[in-house]
């Protein structure tokens, strides 16, 4: 049985630094891509950091050069490390996994990555 965790989440200032984790469970991350999503209250999810198969990794144009996505295998763990965190960062942060090797092609082709996690909330005051 597939089992993502996220944890990690919780209240921070503007300018403040987060790191989430997702411990994996029930298969093993080689094989899979992986990403992270967020959805705030009133928006659409969206995609925030993807790692691919082969280790190729995609960020949106809203989290680059302040979040770094990061994969240990050996612990099937993934990471998201938020920094400068600002007020539009919040929301309540997925990890997600799929067994196709890209998450970015997973995206393309519109279907919905087929193991979730609860979620962690990550709230940014100003």
């Known amino acids: 049985q597939v089992q993502l965790v996220e944890s990690g989440g919780g209240s921070v200032q503007s300018g403040g630094s987060l790191r989430l984790s997702c411990a994996a469970s029930?298969?093993?991350?080689?094989?899979?891509?992986m990403g992270w999503f967020r959805q705030a209250p009133g928006k659409e999810r969206e995609g925030v950091a993807f790692?691919?198969?082969?280790?190729?990794?995609n960020y949106a144009e809203s989290v680059k050069g302040r979040f770094t996505i990061s994969q240990d295998n050996a612990k099937n763990t993934l990471y998201l490390q938020m920094n400068s965190l600002k007020p539009d960062d919040t929301a309540m942060y997925y990890c997600?996994?799929?067994?196709?090797?890209?998450?970015?092609?997973?995206?393309?082709?519109?279907?919905?990555?087929?193991?979730w996690g609860q979620g962690t909330q990550v709230t940014v005051s100003s």
């Open positions: 997600a996994a799929d067994p196709r090797p890209s998450m970015t092609t997973v995206q393309a082709l519109g279907v919905t990555p087929l193991f």
């Open positions: 029930g298969f093993t991350a080689i094989g899979y891509c």
């Open positions: 790692i691919d198969d082969d280790g190729t990794i």
